[in-house]
């Protein structure tokens, strides 16, 4: 099974910072990964896939990058509507998801 | 447009069983692989399993929390996924949302709460 290790589990920034949230995959995973957005009491919603393809609709400050094992999200300046858990996914076997990151306004 | 909607939710004992379902239109459901994915209540999310298309002979995989337990089938002329949910634990209390891959929608997710 693959295990992915996300970091850090919480967040506090303010707004107009820049936020950075990291992934590591148990084995090389190549690019078969995907970054969510969840809010409280709904699905969670894509946001980059394939490690670095921002999805339809999603404002552009949401990045992701690298390969392997290694992978990084990036927001490159945090909004009061970016508040929520964040979650990184492997799907090159299955599913797996990260433990999850809480974003908090400071 | 895409929906998947699930039912069958609520409260159970331990030791019980709970049959979800999650009906799925606006998309070909019959070319897409479908997995269940639970939330526990506070925590992250946990792949439950997946049944794939017909093209892959249905089959299908689990976790090993729920192998044994949980039974996935579908229906593709109905356009549905089901979870069959034996020997119920209080730790299978969570939201469980049906996914469709590769395309990535998600429905919006049943309560199982297993509790005396």
């Known amino acids: 099974d693959i295990q992915m290790t996300q970091s850090p589990s919480s967040l506090s920034a303010s707004v107009g910072d820049r936020v950075t949230i990291t992934c590591q995959a148990s084995q090389d995973i190549s690019n078969y990964l995907n970054w969510y957005q969840q809010k409280p009491g709904k699905a969670p919603k894509l946001l980059i896939y394939?490690?670095?393809n921002l999805e339809t609709g999603v404002p552009s400050r949401f990045s992701g990058s690298g390969s392997g094992t290694d992978f990084t999200f990036t927001i490159s300046s945090l909004q009061p509507e970016d508040i929520a858990t964040y979650y990184c996914q492997q799907y090159d076997n299955l599913l797996t998801f990260g433990q999850g990151t809480r974003l908090e306004i400071k | 447009e895409v929906q998947l909607v699930e039912s069958g939710g609520g409260l159970v004992q331990p030791g019980g069983s709970l049959r979800l379902s999650c009906a799925a239109s606006?998309?070909?459901?019959?070319?897409?692989?479908m997995d269940w994915v639970r939330q526990a209540p506070g925590k992250g999310l946990e792949w439950v399993g997946r049944t794939r298309n017909k093209a892959n002979s249905y089959t299908t995989e689990y976790a090993a929390s729920v192998k044994g337990r949980f039974t996935i089938s579908r229906d593709d002329s109905k356009n549905s996924l089901y979870l069959q949910m034996n020997s119920l634990k209080t730790e299978d209390t969570a939201v469980y949302y049906c996914h469709a891959g590769p395309d990535d929608y998600w429905g919006q997710g049943t309560l199982v709460t297993v509790s005396s």
């Open positions: 394939d490690a670095s």
């Open positions: 606006g998309f070909t459901f019959s070319d897409h692989y």
